[in-house]
């Protein structure tokens, strides 16, 4: 149990594009859901917190415009990167917090995202 | 600031050695300790997690003790195999999680 996905696992695209990225909690609910970005080398930081019905919380430094978070569901959050860039070239991983076990959080195996 | 910080950054050994993995974090606040281990490119894999309560944890091959009076977490592998080489990740929090940046481990044959 407790297993999260993420689609798609790497995407190439073409600087001033839009990419949606997906992270979805599989065999549970999950109220809150967390991004993250893991540059070469460092270690993976989070970028915002997002809640089923409401506004994502964005951390500091992280634009809200340009990574739009939407949680529809229990079970889906979206990240979508808009007008990306060659620098947010990143590994993007999703976490959700699983109710059933004790309130840890389950990641998602990541998204390679390359702007070219 | 938390800041969670581990050493050594990279380390080599023979298969079969036992070996020591550290992590400091610089809060004494009441959160939870939790190691994962990161393959190349790929995501995270929980391996222990100690509550804010527990002083360790033990799986398999694998302990992990927590001591937040000296803000530290050692993680210990046994008889290590080639399988374990990996990036290990040191985490401090609940649900704001805060990473260290990660000990390269390579198991050689």
């Known amino acids: 149990g407790a297993v999260v996905s993420q689609h798609p696992s790497w995407v190439i695209c073409k600087s001033g594009t839009s990419v949606k990225i997906e992270c979805r909690s599989l065999d549970f609910q999950a109220t809150t859901m967390f991004w993250y970005r893991q540059f070469p080398k460092q270690s993976l930081m989070l970028m915002a917190t997002s809640n089923e019905g409401s506004k994502a919380t964005y951390e500091q430094g992280v634009e809200k415009d340009k990574f739009l978070i939407n949680h529809a569901s229990l079970t889906l959050s979206t990240l979508t990167v808009t007008s990306a860039h060659p620098e947010d070239s990143s590994f993007y991983i999703c976490s959700a917090i699983s109710g059933k076990h004790y309130n840890e959080q389950f990641f998602g195996p990541g998204t390679r995202l390359t702007v070219l | 600031k938390q800041e969670v910080t581990q050493i050594p950054a990279a380390l080599s050994v023979p298969e079969g050695e036992n070996l020591v993995l550290n992590c400091s974090f610089t809060d004494s606040a009441i959160y939870n300790l939790q190691w994962f281990r990161q393959d190349p490119g790929k995501g995270l894999t929980s391996l222990l997690l100690?509550?804010?309560?527990?002083r360790e944890q033990t799986s398999g091959r694998l302990n992990a003790s927590l001591d937040k009076s000296s803000g530290r977490s050692t993680l210990y592998i046994a008889a290590s195999q080639p399988g374990d080489s990996a990036t290990y990740l040191c985490?401090?929090?609940?649900?704001?999680?805060?990473f260290g940046k990660g000990t390269k481990l390579t198991v050689n044959p």
């Open positions: 985490v401090r929090g609940s649900e704001k999680l805060v």
């Open positions: 100690i509550q804010s309560s527990q």
